[in-house]
């Protein structure tokens, strides 16, 4: 079966970098495109940034642009989200979430979070 | 950015009763495919969100019957035909059809009356 798993998260001050994890299975890595999506203490869901299959194409949300990147390893099924010049407004469970099965416009799998907390 | 407004923010629900929540869209999301990527997910609290809905009305694999969901452009809905307790609750939309960025509707905190 699909598994997302997370990791990484943690307590950062401001202006400090963090990386996050997302390790996949159950399904081929190499053939779906992967999102990052957070959600702040009892917020909504925010989008953050995709990566293709191949990982050629990548895009981000405004509120993160410039300043997180994402990036993949086929080797190791293994998603990542690396974040710098963090901020207090970052604070959010970060979730990787895999593009539908269905080539829909959609995320059909989600992982368990990881927490990302900045603050000094 | 398309922006997802959803109402009601809150729904106090009867088990065994129906229920609706409503998604609107600031554009059309019927793309250039012909296809409308409009998705609907529920979180349970404490949990990560799951998917429930694709493309207006495919239910996701294992989801009940229950659920179904309907619309067209710019205007969608959701429905639950008999509310269960495991329905609690929040219930987000999304659309796919103007990425990036996916958007989310503001969330529906679904509860037991």
């Known amino acids: 079966q699909v598994q997302l798993v997370e990791s990484g998260g943690g307590v950062v001050q401001p202006g400090r970098s963090l990386r996050l994890s997302c390790a996949a299975s159950?399904?081929?890595?190499?053939?779906?495109?992967l999102h990052w999506v957070r959600q702040a203490p009892g917020k909504g869901l925010e989008w953050v940034a995709a990566?293709?299959?191949?990982?050629?194409?990548?895009y981000y949300g405004d509120s993160v642009k410039g300043r997180f990147a994402i990036s993949r390893d086929t080797s190791k099924n293994t998603l990542y989200l690396q974040m710098s010049s963090l901020r207090e407004e970052d604070t959010a469970m970060y979730y990787c979430?895999?593009?539908?099965?269905?080539?829909?416009?959609?995320?059909?799998?989600w992982g368990q979070g990881t927490l990302v907390i900045v603050s000094s | 950015d398309v922006v997802m407004t959803q109402s009601p923010l809150s729904l106090p629900v009867t088990l065994g009763q129906p229920a609706s929540i409503s998604c609107r869209s600031s554009?059309?999301?019927?793309?250039?495919?012909?296809?409308?990527?409009l998705n609907w997910f529920h979180q349970r609290p404490g949990q990560s969100p799951r998917r429930l809905i694709y493309?207006?009305?495919n239910r996701e694999s294992g989801v009940p019957e229950r659920f179904s969901g309907t619309g067209s452009g710019t205007d969608f809905t959701l429905k639950i035909s008999s509310v269960e307790a495991e329905d609690v609750g929040v219930y987000y939309c999304?659309?796919?059809?103007?990425?990036?960025?996916?958007?989310f509707g503001p969330g529906t905190k679904v509860d037991i009356k």
């Open positions: 979430a895999k593009d539908s099965k269905y080539g829909d416009l959609g995320f059909d799998y």
């Open positions: 159950g399904f081929t890595f190499s053939n779906f495109g």
């Open positions: 990566i293709s299959y191949d990982g050629d194409e990548k």
């Open positions: 554009q059309s999301l019927v793309a250039s495919d012909g296809s409308t990527y």
């Open positions: 493309k207006v009305s």
């Open positions: 999304m659309q796919g059809t103007h990425w990036p960025p996916f958007t």
